[in-house]
C-alpha cells in the first residue's frame, strides 16, 4: 500500500467520523427541536385562523348592522338646528315652543330640546304621517305621551311634547366655536 493510499483512507475515515459526530451532535437535537417547532407554529397558524374567521364573521355583521342602521348613524351625527327644525315643522303646528332642558335633566352625553306643540288636524292619519316623517328626519327624536286629542267642530286638535336629543358637542367642537 503506497503512502498516498494510507492518507486517503485516514483523511476518509476522519471525515465519515466527523460527519457521524455533526450528525448526532447538531442535526439530531436541531431536528428534535424543529419538529417541535413546526408543531407549536401549526397549532398558532389555527389559532390565527380561527380568530381571523370570527373577526371576519364580527366584520361582517357589523357592515351589515352599519348598513341597516344607516339613517340612526347619521341622525346621531348631526348637530340638532332648533332654527331649521322650527322652520320645517312650524307649518304643520299652529302653536311650536321648543327649548332646551338644563343640563341636570340630562346624562351629559345628550343636549335634549323639548318641544310642545299644538296643531289642528282634519284626521288622525294626517297625525301619524307627522310621526313617520319625525322619524325619517334627520335627527332622533322621542314623541312623548300621552297624546292629547281633543274634537274641536270638524278638526282634532291634538297636544303632545318632543324630545328632540342632540349630541353635546365635543371639547374640540366647543373651542372651535369659540375662535
Known amino acids: ?96 315652543y321648543l327649548t332646551e332642558i338644563t343640563a341636570s335633566d340630562t346624562n351629559g352625553t345628550f343636549k335634549v330640546y323639548e318641544v310642545n306643540a299644538t296643531s289642528k288636524i282634519t284626521s288622525p292619519q294626517s297625525f301619524y304621517t307627522f310621526l313617520e316623517n319625525i322619524n325619517k328626519s334627520d335627527w332622533i327624536i322621542g314623541v312623548n305621551f300621552p297624546i292629547l286629542f281633543e274634537r274641536d267642530e270638524n278638526m282634532i286638535r291634538s297636544s303632545f311634547t318632543m324630545k328632540v336629543h342632540n349630541t353635546a358637542p365635543s371639547s374640540d367642537e366647543k373651542k372651535s366655536e369659540k375662535n
Open 1 to 96: 500500500m503506497s503512502r498516498q493510499t494510507l492518507y486517503v483512507i485516514i483523511l476518509s475515515f476522519v471525515l465519515l467520523i466527523a460527519v457521524i459526530a455533526f450528525s448526532f451532535l447538531m442535526l439530531i437535537p436541531k431536528g428534535k427541536e424543529y419538529r417541535s417547532l413546526r408543531l407549536e407554529s401549526k397549532k398558532e397558524i389555527q389559532q390565527l385562523e380561527l380568530s381571523q374567521n370570527r373577526y371576519d364573521i364580527t366584520y361582517n355583521r357589523l357592515k351589515e348592522v352599519q348598513s341597516q342602521n344607516r339613517h340612526t348613524i347619521t341622525a346621531f351625527e348631526t348637530t340638532f338646528n332648533p332654527e331649521r327644525f322650527e322652520k320645517l315643522y312650524k307649518k304643520e303646528f299652529q302653536d311650536l
